[in-house]
């Protein structure tokens, strides 16, 4: 029986390619054409299905003809040039580019195969806009629209029109950012096309993941001390729950290292010292040093001997001792006892 050719093998050399590539034959090729070590480290960021499939193609591969290769690269090189233009200016303006450099069918073409291979996310426009115009352009929008909104934005973006919204509305907006999971395409849709926008190839037929309590941490994280206290306030009434897993997670153990040593050692006074030995039980030498270096020679040693004979302790214990320091910190912020920084802003100070 004949050996049947695989459609990129070689053979002669036409003037075409013999017929189109499938996406998975275009990827081995260029892995293959990227050379062994790049390629691995280019599986590190693959799922298991992916390698697989991809294995499976690179192995069917008897020799790749130079023009086959030429044209996958270029095919590469044009969509990492359309995606960073997406990324600069949006839809529209990387198709006028492209159209002005590579005509306008092969743009379409681009933009096309692009946007139906990559998650683009929603809200494209308003991501370019300036943080003062997009608060005048949705500050009278519903709450649950706001937080739509500012949960595809970055958090930096994000945070200054949270701040500057009115406070009544601030906490209920916080709320719902951190209570978002996933919204249908078809509920993006219809808010973009309440707020008159075309984002036309921009919403993915996959649900979009955005919001939830790490979303709104990061947010809370970079508004002004203020602001973060009215909201959080806010929830504690309406959502204690809510409200305590943010606090959890705004200031984790080992952003201890941002204090003033005048504040750490205001803070080392509240805190057992069997406590503390567990608490710097696993943490980056780093933390150790910065505690450490805020005690008295004496206290240090003994603090060190104790961690030598502790022995194994479960993580679970380490973890909820380090929340009690946390907490601590914040008690005494909220006293005023210490100043924690927000972006901008000077380190801890007493």
Do not use: C, W
């Amino acid at each position: 029986m004949a050996k049947t050719q695989s459609p990129v093998a070689g053979g002669g050399k036409s003037g075409k390619l013999k017929k189109d590539l499938t996406g998975r034959q275009k990827a081995a090729i260029f892995l293959v054409t990227l050379g062994s070590e790049i390629s691995s480290e280019i599986f590190k960021h693959l799922r298991d299905d992916e390698i697989e499939a991809l294995t499976f193609e690179i192995a069917r591969l008897d020799s790749v003809e130079s023009e086959e290769r030429d044209k996958v690269l270029m095919e590469f090189k044009e969509l990492m040039m359309a995606q960073d233009f997406i990324t600069s200016g949006g839809i529209e303006y990387a198709r006028e580019l492209l159209e002005k450099s590579l005509g306008s069918q092969k743009a379409v073409d681009i933009i096309n195969r692009l946007t139906s291979s990559l998650q683009v996310r929603p809200f494209d426009f308003i991501r370019r806009t300036d943080p003062a115009h997009l608060l005048n352009f949705i500050q009278q929008e519903h709450p649950q629209t706001i937080a739509l909104i500012l949960a595809y934005l970055e958090p930096q973006k994000a945070s200054v029109i949270l701040g500057a919204l009115p406070h009544e509305v601030q906490s209920d907006v916080a709320r719902r950012i951190a209570t978002m999971d996933r919204t249908s395409p078809e509920v993006l849709r219809e808010v973009e096309r309440v707020l008159e926008k075309k984002l036309s190839t921009l919403s993915s037929e996959d649900y979009t993941a955005a919001g939830g309590v790490e979303n709104i941490v990061e947010i809370l994280n970079l508004v002004d001390r203020s602001t973060e206290k009215i909201i959080i306030e806010a929830l504690e009434e309406d959502d204690p729950e809510l409200a305590e897993e943010i606090k959890k997670r705004m200031f984790v153990f080992e952003d201890i290292v941002l204090l003033d040593d005048r504040a750490i050692q205001k803070v080392l006074r509240e805190v057992d010292t069997s406590e503390l030995g567990k608490a710097l039980r696993g943490v980056e030498a780093e933390v150790q040093d910065k505690i450490f270096r805020n005690m008295s020679k004496r206290a240090s040693q003994l603090l060190k001997e104790e961690m030598d004979y502790m022995g194994p302790v479960r993580l679970k214990d380490v973890e909820e001792t380090q929340q009690k320091i946390v907490s601590i910190i914040r008690k005494l912020e909220d006293q005023g006892e210490i100043v924690v920084a927000r972006s901008g802003e000077d380190e801890m100070v007493v």
